[in-house]
């Protein structure tokens, strides 16, 4: 199919069938564009109550540019790819020194953290420009709506179905605010991922080639992505009268400027993370438990064995010894070693 009988059948379908989400409700760029920044490869379930204590705590893009750092990595604190919270600051600051929201495409892929696909999905639905936001949803939809077996890995083919979505946008400013959304609804809720399309749920299965000719669960076609690394970490939770110890990891790469429990390279046995202890200006004095975990990133896996420890002694000069995690933002990474460590602080001995 061509996609021009598109817009009028999914657009009545999206008014009458999307989800009532937050940043639905507005114009405002700022509530936007931190909606937008928030979704990137995050799921709306996850992001609605991040998004309510965000704008509560920082309800102007000044309010933003002038927060503590530490605030509001605290509060990204479990969203994970924590550089869009860095990201979102520095553009935030750029906006008020200028004093307004950029309202193009051009002018908002100059903002940090902003890529083709952010600055379209803004544009349109802040602005009412004509840009057309491709994400995975948009990518499976067309490919299914047009029986397209080309691979998705490619920047060309999404920039050919960029392409096309953009020539067939309506023309009236409130359809053109909510044509983007409504392409991504379709993928999110109808013509899902990871399982059949609900084709007899959708609004212009009569106009799908790939449902025509039951080509549409093979479709998108996707390379395979490249494996993994797996690394082995050593974590210690360390406790010293009442207190655990903390440290902040590096200002650049992976969870930047966050902070962790202190650890070590390698799955180490018992003896050895006591020599890599007291390499830190500790005495091992009890030893308390032993914890597994792995966390998952895009391109990493960290296989983790943690230990649980008393000690004495100063340790090293970039330990922070701390009674609570409420003030520290530790990644999620962490999640295991951190309920183990607010249940050691809350057993006071």
């Given at each position: 199919?061509?996609?021009?009988?598109?817009?009028?059948?999914?657009?009545?379908?999206?008014?009458a069938?999307?989800?009532?989400?937050?940043?639905?409700?507005?114009r405002?760029?700022y509530?936007i564009?931190?909606?937008?920044?928030m979704?990137?490869?995050?799921?709306?379930?996850?992001?609605?109550?991040?998004y309510?204590r965000?704008?509560e705590?920082?309800?102007?893009?000044?309010?933003?540019?002038?927060?503590?750092?530490?605030?509001?990595?605290?509060l990204w604190?479990g969203?994970?790819?924590?550089?869009?919270?860095?990201?979102?600051?520095?553009?935030?600051?750029?906006?008020?020194?200028?004093?307004r929201?950029?309202?193009t495409y051009?002018?908002?892929l100059?903002?940090?953290?902003?890529?083709?696909?952010t600055?379209?999905?803004i544009?349109?639905?802040?602005?009412?420009?004509?840009?057309?936001?491709?994400?995975?949803?948009?990518?499976?939809?067309v490919t299914?709506?047009?029986?397209?077996?080309?691979?998705?890995?490619?920047?060309?083919?999404?920039?050919?179905?960029?392409?096309r979505?953009?020539?067939?946008?309506?023309?009236a400013?409130?359809?053109?605010r909510?044509?983007?959304?409504?392409?991504?609804?379709?993928?999110?809720?109808?013509?899902?991922?990871?399982?059949?399309?609900?084709?007899?749920?959708?609004?212009?299965?009569?106009?799908?080639l790939?449902?025509?000719?039951?080509?549409?669960?093979?479709?998108?076609?996707?390379?395979?992505?490249?494996q993994?690394?797996?690394?082995d970490?050593?974590?210690?939770?360390?406790?010293?009268?009442?207190?655990?110890?903390?440290?902040?990891?590096?200002?650049?790469?992976?969870?930047?400027?966050?902070?962790e429990f202190?650890?070590?390279?390698?799955?180490?046995d018992?003896?050895?993370?006591?020599?890599?202890?007291?390499a830190?200006?500790?005495?091992?004095?009890?030893?308390?438990?032993?914890?597994?975990?792995?966390?998952?990133?895009?391109?990493?896996?960290?296989?983790?064995?943690?230990y649980?420890?008393?000690?004495?002694?100063?340790?090293?000069?970039?330990?922070?010894?701390v009674?609570?995690?409420?003030?520290?933002?530790?990644?999620?990474?962490?999640?295991?070693?951190?309920?183990?460590?607010?249940?050691?602080l809350?057993?006071?001995?």
């Amino acid at each position: 199919m061509t996609l021009t009988q598109l817009p009028p059948p999914l657009l009545a379908w999206y008014r009458a069938n999307a989800r009532d989400l937050p940043w639905r409700r507005t114009r405002d760029p700022y509530r936007i564009w931190v909606s937008e920044i928030m979704l990137q490869q995050t799921r709306v379930a996850a992001v609605l109550s991040y998004y309510a204590r965000f704008l509560e705590a920082f309800p102007t893009v000044e309010a933003l540019a002038n927060a503590p750092e530490d605030r509001l990595m605290k509060l990204w604190e479990g969203l994970g790819y924590y550089s869009r919270a860095r990201n979102l600051q520095r553009a935030a600051r750029l906006v008020a020194d200028r004093g307004r929201f950029p309202d193009t495409y051009d002018g908002l892929l100059e903002l940090p953290g902003v890529g083709d696909y952010t600055a379209a999905a803004i544009a349109s639905a802040a602005f009412a420009r004509r840009e057309a936001a491709v994400d995975g949803n948009v990518l499976r939809v067309v490919t299914r709506l047009t029986d397209d077996p080309s691979d998705i890995a490619l920047p060309q083919t999404k920039r050919d179905i960029q392409a096309r979505v953009q020539a067939v946008f309506p023309e009236a400013e409130e359809d053109v605010r909510v044509f983007n959304q409504a392409l991504m609804e379709l993928g999110a809720t109808v013509c899902v991922p990871g399982g059949p399309p609900k084709c007899l749920l959708c609004p212009v299965r009569d106009l799908c080639l790939g449902r025509a000719r039951g080509t549409a669960e093979s479709l998108p076609v996707k390379s395979p992505k490249r494996q993994r690394r797996a690394e082995d970490k050593t974590v210690f939770l360390l406790l010293r009268e009442g207190r655990i110890a903390l440290r902040k990891r590096p200002d650049s790469g992976l969870l930047a400027g966050l902070w962790e429990f202190p650890n070590a390279e390698g799955a180490l046995d018992e003896a050895t993370a006591g020599e890599v202890v007291r390499a830190w200006g500790l005495e091992p004095r009890a030893w308390k438990s032993r914890l597994t975990a792995r966390h998952i990133f895009t391109h990493v896996e960290w296989r983790m064995t943690g230990y649980t420890l008393a000690v004495t002694g100063q340790g090293s000069e970039d330990f922070v010894w701390v009674d609570t995690l409420e003030r520290h933002a530790v990644p999620s990474a962490f999640a295991r070693y951190c309920e183990e460590a607010r249940v050691q602080l809350g057993v006071r001995s």
